[in-house]
Every structure is written in structure tokens, then in C-alpha cells.
């Protein structure tokens, strides 16, 4: 092939005059509005605010672990637009931002650098990057393996459009090769900084005195607010900056005014500490709430009933637990009132297992995932940690006889399925086939000896396992009678087990018809709603020691830290979002809020319905203090909540310095007792004993009651919820008797896409301003 043309050397550039001349022009504007300092507003010495004469607008603070990047441009422009459309329609407009710096972000950047420097040297030789085949489906792989039904297979084949046994990906190639991710060193890279300098970077300022967290590498609270803010000025952006500052105990300023908030909050009972269930990162130690998460936004604890299936004889691999203690199954279910129906129990063939220490001498077999997550809940011999007896496959498992609690049979068998997700409960599934379309088109499949003869003959699977088995009439549901589960088969011609969607549709009907309409036909509660007995059956079989509570992450959480969160029984400080009057209250401020968008009113419906108890309290990170118990930090969504009443004040503190260094009004830290800031946001009467001038305690005052409420702040839906939600909370408690003061609107809008996912500085998925 021959070689393309080579342009000419003598080639002209591209021309970029007009560019040029437009960019020259916008610098000479830019310089002359900051010397004039024409977006520095201060509200006026008299007169009242009201909507035609003053607008306030705000974006999020961005964290400080990186530089922004066009998302944030995205949301940030919607608010710098209406701030200009108001400022031209002659209102006194104020726009202040400030930089978030609390929580986990920051630190999780610093140690994976550090660990990236360590395991490759400074500057660092990363292995090449390879190439890994996508992951095939479960049911593929089974059916090259032989251990479909017939029917499963022509399913297979039929929906099969490529070679499985060739790499095809609908990535780019530069995706498939990204991996896991950028490594921190190429964000950094990326981002501007020399590589002489990222070495610095590498260790975080983590709760220390000022002084000495200056003196121990302040690096990434010192460079990326200056860069952002930089930024942000390029763009043109109305920001008055003397109100900009950076949150943690770093600016004293604004730490003694989030203290001051808390103390209120736990005066008013909206604070409380207690032992709930959290998710939370063992690598960390402590909670991860969403924006300590690199994955995993909005997932909570999910709890599950694990029921205690008792081996009636250990054999082959498992007689080596002989000795250790009664060998239990733990199965992981939602509906522990259909356990009157049991035929069978399922186990992954090719899945891994383990038995472990359990309580009371007890040896408890699941997956390795499972037994993780039990041992952060009080359910293992130790804390934090999962004591593995014996390694197990699940074919070990195929066959062992069970004594299954409530179980309308004395003994019963388990049995191989193969679209066990392990990912989910414990890997140990019970099985319903009266109400559970899954199970009872997996039963039928074992039962047909044409259909799956192969799959049993690979697993041994006895006749005497399945065949005496009929299925266990448990729950009458109007219009799908005392079978639902089959009665839902045969309407949608489900015939066997590895039709997906129609049994994802039956489980959906059969399971929300069954809590709503169902009516219990056997047992001690036998007449009564499923939904009344449900809760009735679970507590009976806890306190019988059948069964044990049991929460995992209601799908995969990843900490900024790398690592993978289970959830944990934590004695925690935790804010009483699930107190009836807080949120009535809540619900009348969104109810007076503009929301622009319908989307996004029920959004916040939906949030300030689920949102419980919120654990606050962290003991790692950077952050201020709680003042309940100053051996914690509070964590980054609750501490972000009322800052925006802060701009209104701020000049007055900051002294035109991000860390509140620079020479100010006269006011000391000391000075900002509560009496003083109480009558600043609150209108309580002005501390007769304070060091503060009364003239500037009035002009702090004036500015508050000008600019409050905010009329417009603009973000992204991620943020509704948890920080723009929490937000609705806490106004409506610091200000409980002044509605006025509550919010007036909230514009959100979508992510930014790149390569299929939401930008993030801590993955390096973005595209740079």
C-alpha cells in the first residue's frame, strides 16, 4: 500500500483570525468587569427585597479532587444565564460560589496515587493495557457446556448473532482497552499539572490543625479551587468572588457556621444516635454515603430473610464438617410466609460456596459475598470477619437432604438451577413453585426426563429428589387462584425455565397480586392477608431460630477507595429524615417550590417518601466536626445543606481569601458565638456582649434578610436524591417557623454522556472546558 500524500511543508495553519479577535475582545471585557468589580453586590442600605427587585441565584459547589469539567459547565450555564437575564431587567443579582472539600473524594484520589506511586514507581510504568473479552451470558455458556433443557437451547441459538467462542464488543476499542478505568497519575496528567508536581499530591490533609495541614501537603485544596475558580472567571461567569470560600475546618469561618447549624438540628431532635443498617466500606471503615461512592449512587440496605435449611446427613465433600456443629443452608428470601410451600432448594452448579462459623456453633453455607456482608451485622463469632471452614463448589451441594423450616415436607433435596445470580442474596435459593413462576418452571424441566436428561444425568440427579415433590397449595390470590404460579405459565406459554422475560413478567404479577390480594390457606395465620401475616411469619421464625435478618446493598456499591461496600450494623449519628412532622414539612416546601419540570417534582416526592435515617457521622475524610461528639466528622451531603445562606454573609468573614486568611470586617472566629448567628440567619435579638461592631452585625443582618431565600439554584437530577433533598430538610428546620425563607425553585437537568456514562473527575470520564 503506498504511503499518502505528505502535505506541503510551506502549508499555511489554519487561519483563526476571527477566533483570535473574538477571544481579545472577551479578555478585554472580562479584565475591565474585574476592575470594575461590577459583579461585586451587596444589598442595599434600605428598602425590602421582593422577586421584582433582587434575584439569588446558586449552583453546587464542585469537590476539589479534580478539575471541572463540561457537565459542570452544563449545569453551571443555567444559572449564569438567568443571573444575566435578571441583572439586564435591572434587579440587583447576586451569584456567589464557593468549593466543596469535605468528605472522601479528595482523600480517595490522594491514596490511590500513592498506592499507584508505590506498586509502580515515580513517575510510574503502568503494564500495558489488555484487551478482555466481554462477559457471556449465563445461558450461553450453559449451552456449550450441554446443560440446557432442548428447549433452552433452540432459545440460545435463536437469539445468538455472533461466534461465541470469538471477542466481539460493542465498545470502541479505546473503551475496551481503558479497563477498569484512568489511573489517578493520567487524570492529573490530563488535568494540566507537570509530572514534577503529582508526587505532591499523593498524600491528604486528613481532620489536621491548620497550620500543620498547610505544612503537610495541602496540595489539592491549594491547586484545584484556584483552577476551578480560574475556570470559571475564563467562562465569563457574573460571580461576586469575594463570597467564595472552601468548606472543612480549613476555613475556620465556615466550619464554626456548619457547627453552629448541627447544634441547632440536635436541639430540635433532628439528630440522634443509633445502631441502624448503613452501607459501608470495610476498607475505610465507616459508612459510604452516595458522593463518597465511585459507583453505586442511591443504594441503600436491602434487607432479606435468610431461612436456616438444616442438612439432614453431610456426604461426600461436606462430611469433612462433621464435628464442627449443625450444618445450615442459608437461603436469602423476601417472601418468608410462601416457606409453607417449599419442594426443593436451589444451589448454582458451577457457583462457589463456603461453609462458615455461624452463631451458637453453627456452620452456615452461602457464598463468599454473602458471608462478607453478615459478618459487618453482628452475625459472626467475630466482627468483621468471615471464617471460611471449607471451600465448596456447588455441585458439593446437589442432592443434600434438608430439613426446611415450615415446609409442608419433612425432608427435601437440592437441586441444580443455572440462572442463579450469585451477585444477589447468598446463592442459596429457596423454592416456591405454588407462588414463584421461576420455580415452577425449573421444577417442571427437571420433571420432564426429554427435556432435561443431560442436565441430570451431569448432576446425578435422583428421581426421588423430584418427582414425589408436588407442589404445596399456600396462598389463594383473586383471579389466579391457589397456583398462581401456574396459573401464570399457562397464560403466558411459559415452557420452561430460560424464558427470561415472560417469567420476569409472571414473577412481577404473581408476587405484587400475592402481597396486595393473597389470602394465607395454611399454617397457625391461615385466613389472613399476606400482607398482614407476612411481617407475623418473619418474626415467628426469628424468634423460633429458624430464620435471621440479613442486608446487602441493593446492588453493587464501590467505594471511591476501590473498594466494594457491604452493609453493616453501625452505631452512627444519624439525621430523623423519617420523623412524620419533619417531613410534612418538607413536603409543603416543595409544594410551594418551583420545579420547572414534572420529572423532577416527582423526583423529590419519591425521595423525601423513602428517605429513613441518614447516617451523618464520619470518622475518616476531611470535614468539620460534629459537635455532639467531636470524635466524628460530618459527612460531605449533610454538611452542604444551608451553605447558600453563608454567600449572603461571607465577604464579611473571608476577607477575599478561600480559607477566610485575608484581613476581614473585624470579626474573629471566636466572635461568631451562636448567640451572634442566630440573630444573623434567625432575627433573634443582637448579642448585647459581643466583640463584633454593631454596625457590621446589622449590615451581616441586612444582607441575609435582602438576598433570602435563594430564587434559583441549578443542578443535576443525581442530586435529587440526596444533597438537593436534604437540602428542602434543612431549611424547613433551621427556618421552621419562617416558610419565606425556604427555597423558591430548583432547575435539574441531565448528565453529560461520554462513551455511555456520566462524567466523573474520579474516573477520568470527562471532557475538560
Not at 503494564?127 to 456449550?144: I, K, R, S
Not at 466481539?168 to 479497563?179: D, E, F, L, M, V
Not at 397456583?483 to 409472571?506: F, S, Y
Not at 453501625?570 to 416546601?589: I, V
Request: include cysteine; aromatic fraction near 10%.
Amino acid at each position: 500500500m503506498s504511503k499518502p500524500a505528505e502535505a506541503p511543508a510551506s502549508q499555511e495553519p489554519p487561519k483563526r483570525g476571527k477566533r483570535d479577535l473574538l477571544k481579545d475582545i472577551e479578555r478585554k471585557y472580562q479584565q475591565k468587569w474585574a476592575e470594575d468589580k461590577i459583579f461585586e453586590i451587596s444589598a442595599p442600605t434600605a428598602g425590602n427585597s421582593t422577586p421584582d427587585n433582587k434575584f439569588f441565584g446558586n449552583f453546587p459547589y464542585p469537590y476539589s479532587n479534580g478539575v471541572l469539567h463540561i457537565g459542570h459547565a452544563f449545569s453551571l450555564s443555567k444559572n449564569e444565564f438567568r443571573c444575566a437575564f435578571e441583572r439586564l431587567c435591572g434587579k440587583h443579582v447576586l451569584f456567589a460560589q464557593g468549593i466543596h472539600c469535605t468528605g472522601m473524594p479528595i482523600k480517595a484520589c490522594a491514596d490511590r496515587l500513592d498506592q499507584e506511586l508505590r506498586d509502580y514507581g515515580v513517575p510510574p510504568k503502568f503494564p500495558e493495557p489488555q484487551e478482555v473479552p466481554p462477559e457471556v451470558p449465563v445461558a450461553a455458556t450453559a449451552a456449550a457446556q450441554g446443560e440446557l433443557t432442548a428447549s433452552g437451547k433452540k432459545q440460545v441459538a435463536k437469539a445468538a448473532k455472533t461466534d461465541l467462542t470469538k471477542f466481539s464488543s460493542n465498545k470502541s476499542k479505546a473503551t475496551a482497552k481503558k479497563g477498569a478505568g484512568k489511573t489517578q497519575w493520567d487524570i492529573l496528567v490530563s488535568s494540566g499539572l507537570p509530572s514534577e508536581d503529582i508526587p505532591l499530591f499523593r498524600q491528604a490533609t486528613l481532620q489536621l490543625p491548620h497550620w500543620l495541614a498547610m505544612e503537610k501537603t495541602q496540595k489539592w485544596l491549594d491547586y484545584f479551587p484556584a483552577v476551578m475558580i480560574n475556570d470559571m472567571k475564563s467562562m465569563g461567569c457574573g460571580i461576586d468572588w469575594r463570597r467564595s470560600f472552601v468548606t472543612t475546618d480549613a476555613n475556620p469561618f465556615y466550619d464554626n457556621f456548619v457547627q453552629w447549624q448541627f447544634r441547632r438540628l440536635h436541639r430540635q431532635g433532628c439528630i440522634v444516635k443509633d445502631k441502624r443498617y448503613a452501607v459501608y466500606s470495610p476498607k475505610d471503615g465507616q459508612p459510604c454515603a452516595d458522593h463518597d461512592r465511585a459507583s453505586g449512587e442511591g443504594a441503600g440496605p436491602q434487607e432479606y430473610t435468610l431461612i436456616k435449611m438444616q442438612a439432614v446427613e453431610l456426604q461426600g465433600k461436606l462430611k469433612a464438617l462433621e464435628g464442627k456443629g449443625p450444618v445450615f443452608l442459608m437461603a436469602a428470601t423476601l417472601r418468608p410466609e410462601t416457606m409453607y410451600g417449599q419442594t426443593n432448594c436451589w444451589a448454582l452448579p458451577k457457583g462457589q460456596y463456603g461453609a462458615f462459623r455461624g452463631l451458637d456453633g453453627e456452620v452456615w453455607v452461602m457464598t463468599h459475598r454473602a458471608a462478607r456482608n453478615l459478618a459487618f451485622q453482628d452475625r459472626t463469632p467475630e466482627a468483621g470477619k468471615a471464617e471460611c471452614l471449607l471451600e465448596l463448589q456447588g455441585s458439593d451441594l446437589i442432592g443434600l437432604p434438608l430439613k426446611a423450616p415450615n415446609s409442608g415436607y419433612d425432608k427435601i433435596f437440592v437441586l441444580p438451577l443455572l440462572t442463579i445470580k450469585t451477585n444477589k442474596g447468598t446463592g442459596i435459593v429457596t423454592s416456591v413453585p405454588s407462588d414463584a413462576p421461576d420455580d415452577f418452571a425449573a421444577l417442571q424441566d427437571l420433571r420432564t426426563v426429554k427435556e432435561d436428561a443431560k442436565l441430570k444425568e451431569k448432576f446425578n440427579v435422583e428421581r426421588a429428589w423430584v418427582e414425589p415433590f408436588e407442589v404445596i397449595e399456600i396462598i389463594e390470590i383473586p383471579g389466579l387462584g391457589r397456583r398462581a404460579a401456574e396459573t401464570l405459565c399457562k397464560e403466558l406459554n411459559i415452557t420452561n425455565q430460560h424464558q427470561a422475560e415472560k417469567l420476569a413478567t409472571a414473577k412481577d404479577r404473581c408476587y405484587l397480586k400475592g402481597f396486595t390480594d393473597g389470602v394465607m390457606i395454611v399454617g397457625p395465620h391461615s385466613g389472613k392477608k399476606v400482607s398482614e401475616a407476612k411481617p407475623i411469619i418473619k418474626d415467628e421464625m426469628i424468634a423460633a431460630g429458624q430464620a435471621l435478618t440479613y442486608n446487602e446493598p441493593e446492588k453493587e456499591v464501590i467505594s471511591r477507595s476501590g473498594d466494594e461496600c457491604v452493609v453493616a450494623l453501625t452505631d452512627q449519628w444519624y439525621l430523623t429524615y423519617n420523623d412524620p412532622e419533619w417531613k410534612a414539612a418538607a413536603r409543603k416546601a416543595l409544594e410551594q417550590m418551583e420545579t420547572y419540570a414534572e420529572e423532577t417534582r416527582t423526583g423529590f416526592e419519591y425521595t423525601l417518601g423513602w428517605l429513613q435515617q441518614w447516617a451523618l457521622s464520619r470518622e475518616f475524610g476531611l470535614g468539620t466536626r460534629l459537635p455532639a461528639d467531636p470524635a466524628y466528622l460530618i459527612e460531605s451531603l449533610s454538611d452542604s445543606t444551608i451553605y447558600m445562606a453563608y454567600y449572603t454573609i461571607a465577604h464579611f468573614l473571608q476577607g477575599n481569601d478561600l480559607f477566610g486568611k485575608g484581613k476581614n470586617a473585624g470579626v474573629r472566629v471566636e466572635d461568631l458565638t451562636d448567640e451572634v448567628w442566630d440573630h444573623i440567619f434567625l432575627g433573634k435579638a443582637a448579642p448585647t456582649s459581643s466583640s463584633i461592631p454593631s454596625d457590621i452585625l446589622a449590615a451581616m443582618r441586612r444582607e441575609f434578610e435582602f438576598w433570602y431565600p435563594w430564587d434559583l439554584r441549578t443542578s443535576g437530577k443525581d442530586l435529587v436524591g440526596n444533597h438537593l433533598s436534604f437540602s428542602i430538610f434543612h431549611h424547613t428546620a433551621i427556618w421552621k417557623e419562617q416558610p419565606h425563607l425556604w427555597p423558591r425553585s430548583i432547575r435539574c437537568n441531565g448528565h453529560l454522556m461520554l462513551n455511555s456514562m456520566k462524567m466523573s473527575k474520579s474516573t477520568g470520564m470527562l471532557v475538560l472546558w
